[in-house]
């Protein structure tokens, strides 16, 4: 069973910066490397929950429109691991994050129909 855990949130003060990370197990290197699509989502309270970047098996990343130039990810293969790097922090975009996964990326990106959720990991921005 494919298991993802997140870390890194925490509280800032606006103009700050945090580092998410999300490892995922449970899958051989094959069935990663072949399609697995990874991305993190983010729900701020009262709010539904919206994408905020997803990287896919071909090398391209996606972003949403409110974190574009802001959030940057990264990913470390070996370890099955990616990381959205959370620049200029404002205080909309404290929420709980959370990270996705598929086998294959979905048509729609940003729709919640990710088989593989975690727990998430809460960001709160102060200003």
């Known amino acids: 069973q494919v298991r993802l855990v997140e870390s890194g949130g925490g509280s800032v003060q606006a103009g700050g910066s945090l580092n998410l990370s999300c490892v995922a197990s449970g899958l051989t290197m094959y069935t990663y490397y072949k399609n697995f699509c990874m991305g993190w989502f983010r729900q701020a309270p009262g709010k539904g929950r919206e994408g905020v970047a997803i990287?896919?098996?071909?090398?391209?990343?996606y972003y949403s429109d409110s974190v574009k130039g802001r959030f940057p990810t990264s990913q470390d293969n070996a370890t099955k691991t990616v990381y959205l790097l959370m620049n200029d922090l404002q205080p909309e975009d404290t929420a709980m994050y959370y990270c996705?996964?598929?086998?294959?990326?979905?048509?729609?990106?940003?729709?919640?129909?990710?088989?593989?959720w975690g727990k998430g990991t809460q960001v709160t921005v102060s200003s």
């Open positions: 996705a996964a598929d086998l294959f990326c979905p048509r729609d990106l940003w729709a919640r129909v990710y088989r593989y």
């Open positions: 990287y896919s098996r071909s090398g391209s990343t």
